[in-house]
């Protein structure tokens, strides 16, 4: 353990010199490189040495379904590749190379770089270096936030077309969420890491349901939505709006209210299910659930912002 004297020039960058006994074990001169990993209230100083490339390979030998394979591509991803070879003896057919072409959209940062009638190879070339985590995971929050509300707005007007743009945005959700996925497997149990790998989760399963209830009022097309459906829907909206803004402004009194608001979004639930007894229950019982989830969903975020926020605190005032 070694203490030093932070300081300070040119106005804004900091100083910290290095302990002279590590630096001469390391062989670190002038000019040497050093990387940098900020980990919470950390900084990690590892030597600046070029890391060994991760080359995965891909044999197809027969008939492989694409469905499989694409699942297969998926797990290589998160295990984490610089450079992906498919190859097979003979040659590939045209649904692994659509496969292929599909999963390079499906992901983000993976390009295809060669391709020939034998091999495909595929390379890895974004990770948290060039991306950070807390900027992908605003850029996710941020594109659930707007299928929230073009959901609510489309089951209110029954605009199809609205609730079609939210179905297909789910996909670009999906590629943050294997991003991250990614980019924290392998990389220790770090308090930072793990909350950005739950956020992401959560953050995923409320898209999925922003979809699901999209889905099911376009393909019922029942005409607009009652006021009570609607109230619910911006219900479990506000609940998602206010646990973001909680979450990156942790405030502990404003997330024990929103967590606190669970009796209240499934008291709303089981009233609209009653009401519904008297009308169409099979698409009011469905869509009232999938409604029920991004709320609940949403309650989640905020415990997990509370817990963050104890894991960094050694002393935490309750009350005015």
């Known amino acids: ?60 030998s027969g008939d492989v379904e694409g469905e499989m394979f694409l699942r297969t591509l998926i797990s290589l991803y998160i295990s984490n590749f610089d450079t992906l070879i498919i190859e097979s003896s003979r040659y590939l057919s045209k649904e692994i190379r659509e496969t292929a072409r599909r999963f390079s959209k499906l992901v ?54 609205l609730l079609d743009s939210v179905i297909q ?6 590629r943050y969420h294997l991003y991250v996925f990614r980019e924290t497997n392998g990389k220790g149990a770090a308090a930072g890491t793990v909350f950005l790998l739950i956020f992401s989760r959560i953050l995923e399963r409320i898209a999925d349901h922003a979809v699901s209830a999209s889905r ?20 479990s909206q506000k609940a998602f709006e206010d646990s973001l803004k909680a979450l990156y402004s942790p405030d ?34 469905s869509l009232v659930e999938e409604i029920t989830r991004i709320g609940l969903y949403s309650t989640d975020i905020a415990e997990l912002a509370m817990d963050r926020t104890a894991a960094g605190q050694e002393e935490i005032s309750i009350g005015d």
């Open 252 to 285: 502990h009194l404003k997330l024990n209210e929103i967590i606190g608001r669970k009796e209240a979004i499934i008291s709303a639930k089981r009233k609209l299910i009653e009401e519904a007894k008297k009308g169409d229950l099979v698409i009011v019982t």
């Open 108 to 161: 983000m940062g993976v390009e295809i770089f060669e391709e020939s009638s034998s091999n495909i190879i595929l390379q890895n070339v974004l990770d948290s270096d060039s991306f950070p985590l807390e900027k992908a995971i605003r850029r996710m929050a941020t594109n659930v936030s707007l299928m929230l509300q073009d959901a609510i707005k489309g089951i209110i007007e029954s605009d199809n077309d």
């Open 169 to 174: 945005r789910d996909d670009e959700v999906d």
């Open 216 to 235: 099911s009022w376009r393909d019922y097309s029942p005409g607009p939505a009652t006021k009570g459906l609607a109230d619910f829907f911006m219900m």
């Open 1 to 60: 353990m070694y203490t030093r004297r932070v300081q300070k020039t040119g106005g804004s960058t900091y100083i910290v010199s290095l302990p002279s006994v590590w630096a001469e074990k390391n062989g670190i001169t002038k000019g040497s490189e050093l990387t940098i990993e900020e980990n919470d209230d950390r900084l990690i100083l590892s030597l600046g040495r070029k890391k060994k490339e991760v080359v995965r390979k891909v044999l197809i």
